[in-house]
């Protein structure tokens, strides 16, 4: 069965730079949710989005945007990178419409160094 | 709002040992609850879950039991293998808290042979 698809895996980039993760979510799924985990830390929500429309919105910073587009993929940028934001990135998709029992499928995640 | 508490690690065993990781959650409403394991360098899979009160979720020789009146969700698996070694993440969604999936911060277990 197809699953979340991230790109790319592994990203370096230096401080002060932009970088540009990309999710694929299953097909037919409509929502999309963005998770930061740093390095031994748990999964923290940024964002999510339901048919291109921002759905909630968490500890994101200001420095991060993230949008969904019409074949329901979605894109987080993050610009004026910080050492604090090395950490692997989590894309999950689900299926709306089915409450909180939707299952969130998870992406293999990127992982982000600043250096 | 909502939260998950789980015990601290690492926790270490032998194999064959009875592994519980205990979890605990404040939630407004009705959520649903999750255990995902994270393997050494890999994502997060969902190991499994339980929708409403008294429900077990059950997979691999792992449960737990959607306990509302102790507000608790344990891990336990009877026999753990040197495989099991991974961190355990004990989650919620839904309720109050929406859509977003709100973790605990995780317990690492390591099995010895």
């Known amino acids: 069965a197809a699953g979340v698809i991230q790109s790319p895996r592994h990203l370096i980039k230096e401080k002060r730079e932009t970088a540009t993760l990309k999710c694929y979510p299953i097909p037919r799924h409509d929502t999309v949710y963005w998770y930061q985990q740093g390095p031994g830390q748990d999964p923290q929500f940024l964002i999510s989005?339901?048919?291109?429309?921002?759905?909630d919105k968490g500890s994101i910073p200001d420095r991060f945007s993230a949008q969904q587009f019409s074949d329901y993929h979605s894109e987080l940028n993050m610009s004026s990178l910080e050492l604090g934001d090395s950490a692997l990135y989590f894309c999950a998709s689900s299926l709306a419409g089915q409450g909180s029992y939707n299952e969130q499928f998870f992406g293999p995640g990127t992982r982000l160094t600043v250096l | 709002g909502n939260s998950v508490t789980q015990m601290e690690g690492p926790v270490t065993l032998s194999e064959e040992a009875f592994l519980t990781i205990n979890c605990t959650y404040t939630a407004t409403g009705y959520p649903s609850l999750f255990w995902y394991v994270q393997y050494p360098g890999e994502g997060l899979q969902l190991l499994l879950k339980a929708t409403k009160a008294d429900d077990k979720g059950s997979n691999k020789g792992f449960e737990a039991t959607y306990r509302k009146e102790t507000t608790s969700f344990h891990l336990e698996k009877g026999s753990v293998q040197v495989s099991d070694s991974a961190v355990y993440f004990c989650?919620?969604?839904?309720?109050?808290?929406?859509?977003?999936?709100?973790f605990g911060a995780g317990t690492r277990l390591f099995v010895k042979a």
């Open positions: 989005f339901y048919e291109k429309m921002q759905s």
């Open positions: 989650a919620l969604r839904g309720g109050a808290g929406g859509f977003k999936t709100i």
